[in-house]
């Protein structure tokens, strides 16, 4: 009897640890996610694009709130699409994103901290240009559906500011024709898998 006890405890006390140490993985729905981007041109308009061929992987042990996730993000640099092909052509050349040498642009997060209500905090290291710097952005959760097969999706909209001359792109390109700041904006709808 005594023997049955300890079984029985040492099985809880196993699967219990399972659960807590245990995580979740999800995968983008390319169909319903975007990664964009908008920079201001010559002062008075802002100008706008996106990477059309992104993978993106969402790993967390508490997919309740996404406390700790981890955002593992990677776009191909020549997938970039403005709408115009003479501009995207410029854009992968050397004076810009360099493609045929950095080839992809990669985010993977340190830390997700929730500051209030659907609100994160998304610190991480974005490698692009050769160049991997910190950088902070605001993730919200946008909450939870079901999709056709029935399998658990999950929303969110990342938003932050970068420089490019941090990462060294375009260079020679003055800001009073582009703006040095760009507004990151992705819309990530994933899968769990």
């Known amino acids: 009897m005594k023997n049955t006890t300890y079984l029985f405890l040492l099985i809880s006390l196993l699967v219990f640890s399972f659960k807590i140490t245990s995580s979740a993985s999800w995968g983008i729905d390319s169909a319903h996610s975007r990664l964009g981007f908008k920079v201001v041109h010559m002062g008075i308009s802002d100008a706008n694009g996106s990477f059309d061929k992104v993978s993106c992987n969402v790993t967390t042990s508490n997919d309740k709130d996404f406390t700790d996730a981890?955002?593992?993000?990677?776009?191909d640099?020549?997938?970039i699409n403005t709408g115009l092909e003479a501009?995207?052509?410029?854009?992968?050349?050397?004076?810009?994103?360099?493609?045929?040498?950095?080839?992809?642009?990669a985010?993977?997060?340190?830390?997700?901290?929730?500051?209030?209500?659907?609100?994160y905090l998304l610190t991480g290291?974005?490698?692009m240009h050769g160049i991997t710097k910190e950088v902070n952005l605001t993730a919200t959760h946008n909450g939870y559906a079901k999709n056709r097969a029935g399998v658990d999706v999950a929303g969110f909209k990342i938003t932050g500011k970068i420089k490019r001359?941090?990462?060294g792109i375009g260079k020679d390109m003055p800001v009073a024709v582009v703006a040095d700041e760009i507004q990151l904006e992705a819309d990530l709808e994933v899968v769990k898998n």
């Open 70 to 75: 981890v955002f593992d993000l990677v776009a």
């Open 77 to 79: 640099a020549n997938s």
């Open 87 to 105: 501009r995207d052509n410029h854009l992968r050349s050397e004076d810009f994103f360099a493609v045929s040498l950095y080839p992809n642009i």
């Open 125 to 127: 290291n974005l490698s």
């Open 107 to 119: 985010f993977k997060s340190t830390s997700c901290k929730k500051v209030k209500g659907k609100k």
């Open 165 to 167: 001359s941090d990462f």
